[in-house]
């Protein structure tokens, strides 16, 4: 349960733009998130070294080996890239033209900016493509999942924020809450 001395997110709305930002590295933080990613990484990266060795001595299926260290050195460098993200500054904007969300100081490819009137739903709780709760937007098929690290608790509050000002500013965006459907 949420203590006083616990950090939310900080919350500014100011007519029809809403801002909402915290810091990843004060926040109540998921710890099943953190074990889970790291256990993938610390079996997977000696994996990819093997792979890696198996292929340079030419011993094993050299297909195979090839399409192993595609997708072996993309985990490599993306699960601690994602990892960082932990240390960064994330900031959520909404009006009625447009949906921001971004790490501040981080590249773009952390970044999605849609237009607000693309947005096809947002939802909290577990989705089928997931182990574990997230909160995400979505747009179409692609979906941006906003803090991440963040305990549920924490999202909460952004997910409430989210739906009041969608509310207000009158725009259709299906919000669902699916712990609230299990």
Same mark, same amino acid.
């Given at each position: 349960?949420?203590?006083?001395?616990?950090?939310?997110?900080?919350?500014?709305?100011? +007519?029809? &733009?809403?801002?909402?930002? !915290?810091?990843?590295?004060?926040?109540?933080?998921?710890?099943?998130? *953190?074990f889970l990613l790291f256990s993938?990484?610390?079996?997977?990266?000696?994996?990819? #070294?093997? *792979?890696? !060795?198996?292929?340079?001595?030419?011993?094993?299926?050299?297909?195979? #080996?090839?399409?192993?260290?595609? /997708?072996?050195?993309? +985990?490599?460098?993306?699960?601690?890239?994602?990892?960082? #993200?932990? !240390?960064?500054? %994330?900031?959520?904007?909404?009006?009625?033209?447009?949906?921001?969300?971004?790490?501040? +100081?981080?590249?773009?490819? /952390?970044?999605?900016?849609?237009?607000?009137? %693309?947005?096809?739903?947002?939802? /909290?709780?577990?989705?089928? %493509?997931?182990?574990?709760?997230?909160?995400?937007?979505?747009?179409?098929?692609?979906?941006?999942?906003?803090?991440? !690290?963040?305990?549920?608790?924490? &999202?909460?509050?952004?997910?409430?924020?989210? &739906?009041?000002?969608?509310?207000? #500013?009158?725009?259709?965006?299906?919000?669902?809450?699916? &712990? %609230?459907?299990?």
């Open positions: 349960m949420r203590t006083a001395t616990e950090p939310r997110p900080k919350i500014d709305c100011q +007519g029809s &733009r809403l801002v909402i930002e !915290w810091d990843n590295r004060e926040i109540p933080r998921s710890r099943v998130l *953190a993938f990484w610390i079996v997977w990266t000696p994996f990819t #070294l093997f *792979a890696t !060795w198996r292929l340079f001595s030419g011993d094993g299926p050299t297909l195979f #080996l090839c399409i192993w260290l595609v /997708f072996g050195y993309l +985990g490599v460098i993306v699960i601690p890239a994602t990892w960082m #993200l932990r !240390w960064t500054i %994330e900031r959520i904007e909404l009006d009625p033209e447009t949906y921001r969300h971004y790490h501040v +100081g981080m590249p773009s490819w /952390f970044s999605r900016e849609w237009r607000t009137a %693309e947005l096809t739903q947002i939802n /909290f709780g577990f989705d089928e %493509e997931e182990s574990i709760s997230t909160l995400s937007v979505r747009r179409g098929r692609h979906r941006d999942i906003v803090a991440y !690290w963040a305990r549920d608790d924490f &999202r909460q509050v952004i997910f409430d924020a989210l &739906r009041d000002h969608l509310i207000k #500013l009158g725009v259709g965006t299906p919000v669902v809450d699916m &712990r %609230e459907e299990q």
